[in-house]
């Protein structure tokens, strides 16, 4: 088994943890090096689910953290990006960015922080990019949902070392039109399905998406048509044309509110529910969470795409994202982390750590 | 070789046609045997090219007509229907009403009428149910455009037994609307060209298709979105969107001039055509039309849907569509041809070329 050394550089560990290569369902060696490294270590109590490590400091205090990150990757580049290298500062490879720099920014944390000002939990998981069913977070909140307890938790996703406080909630829907078919040389015989689309499209391109205020964050919401499919032949009038559209809801609104609205707006259409998900307060009103964002310097931005932080949310955990690397590089072929983020966000998580509650 | 006795009633050689298996690629042996049987008659010529014959008479008349129809269906039923079989009245099979009803009636009056006062060109193809490069009416159409001369022609395609003259041009149409992909949770990044489409469909539905007298018949146009497809995944900004769009249009339109409409429709859209056809005319006005129509009783109807009668009216022949069946039975799982129809047509067309000219 190869052995993790903790103590070294935060970005010598990201390349290490890169370079044990980790593609969705093969997280297995990844996590048995975490686990035996974790369990080095006297102050920390650790446990295992399948491919998931948590390791929890246990000094009583008032207040408990949770850092948390995947320990999975999407498959290598087309030409491999393993293993590592660095160019200009820039560490290169699948992985760097999304987000095995966070990983080392956790392990680093969690060995050298013996005695936080708050109790931390470390939550290291599997399955984070492949379907929500193998979500190694998701399966602990049903399995271990007290492993997760805590005031607040950071997810190190990379937000190019901003802070990104909660989530929109998300929802897809199939908007459907039935006609009737027909030869296309005689129209007039069926009904056109595609045409009926039309209003669908007129309604989505005219509708003014809400900007909401959560916790002092304003949340941008978005609604898009994200596919449409229709027809069968060049010769026949269409019977059945669907729409696929994506609802981005501020955290304030329920997913079963964002539902209504939704179905309000496309009243006299067919709409059927295929996907939905209730966002995630960013829960600044917290002390850990004030504390947080003081620490890093006080600005907080809302974050519009859905993240594991919401499942944190469902347990009542508020949630922000915040991890070294552009997430524009999570998943690119050139994949890469800036070193100075990941030492920075090392060090400011490390100065949150140690300062006393406020 | 099997062989045709052109002698017996007509019902009972559409069975034997149709017996004689022949789906598309296939039409060898019933090429052969309808060639056979039209080479023991002394008062025609016959022609082959590949698995078309063309038999004529050489009478010196004044005037010429064509009888045209495939040798070729489409595939059997998935429970073969095959061989034909009868029940009250109706001949069921692979064939019966598209279109061996028709060229059983060609070939008894090829047998039957020996010195019509048109002389008559007895045309009998391959190749009509699949991709248009294999139609063997466009292949002698192209080698041996002199076979197909005449002043008149007549398609024994399933009419249910009335006349259709001429048929509408057609044409298709990709309209492409481009977008910007972005993130579907950072919508405002990019540009939506699924709802941009909305305005394509919009048009299309409200368009008012025209309906426009040619040589007597009132031809009734449509114009219909058939396809449409746009969208890459579920949380991804479409970049683009594709609507295809059949337009068909009155034989008095050109195709060049049908495009130029398309295009003052749709402008502002990128408009791409993938497939054009010229339609046809009836050609009521000739002599050997009007003497025709008469004979069928005076009833003639124009033809929506793109035919092989354009074919004849791309080289100066205008044509019309009469045979027995319903068309809407053609390709069927349940293709029949009522057996009354075939004979009628039979004895229609025989009056037609027994009469003298009007």
Known sequence: MP?????????????????????????????DAVEEAL??????????DGDAVVARTELGRGERVVLAGHLDTVPLAATPNLPTWVEGGLVYGRGTCDMKGGVA??????????????????????GEEIESEHNGLGRIARTHPEWLDAQFAVLLEPTDGLVEGGCNGTMRVDVT????????????????????????????????????EVDGLVYRESLNAVRIAGGVA????????????????????????????????????????????????PGLDRPA??????????????KYGWTDVARFSAL??????????????????????????????????RRWLSAPPA
């Open 39 to 48: 369990r080095r270590l006297p102050h920390l109590r650790v446990d295992r």
């Open 177 to 212: 039109t039935k006609g009737v078919a027909a030869h296309s040389a005689r129209a007039w015989k069926g009904h056109n399905a595609i045409h009926d689309a039309g209003e669908v499209l007129t309604r989505l391109a005219a509708y003014e998406p809400r900007q909401v």
């Open 3 to 31: 052995s993790l050394d903790l103590s070294q550089d935060v970005v010598t560990l990201t390349r290490a943890l890169c370079d044990l290569e980790s593609v969705s369902g093969h997280e297995g060696p990844i996590a």
């Open 289 to 302: 969470a004030a504390a947080f964002v003081a620490a890093m310097g006080g600005v907080v931005k809302p």
């Open 105 to 126: 920014v956790q392990l680093a944390l969690a060995a050298a922080v013996e005695a936080p000002v708050r109790d931390v939990t470390y939550v290291f998981y599997d």
């Open 234 to 281: 060049g010769n026949v009038i269409p019977d059945a044309c669907r729409v696929e559209v994506n609802y981005r809801f501020a955290p304030s609104t329920s997913a079963a509110d964002a539902e209504a609205h939704l179905r309000d707006l496309l009243q006299g259409f067919e709409v059927a529910v295929t996907d939905r998900a209730d966002g995630a307060r």
């Open 316 to 349: 009542g955990v508020p949630a922000v994202n915040y991890g070294p690397g552009d997430p524009m590089k999570a998943h690119a072929d050139d994949e890469f982390v800036p070193a100075h983020q990941v030492v920075e966000a090392e060090a400011a998580l």
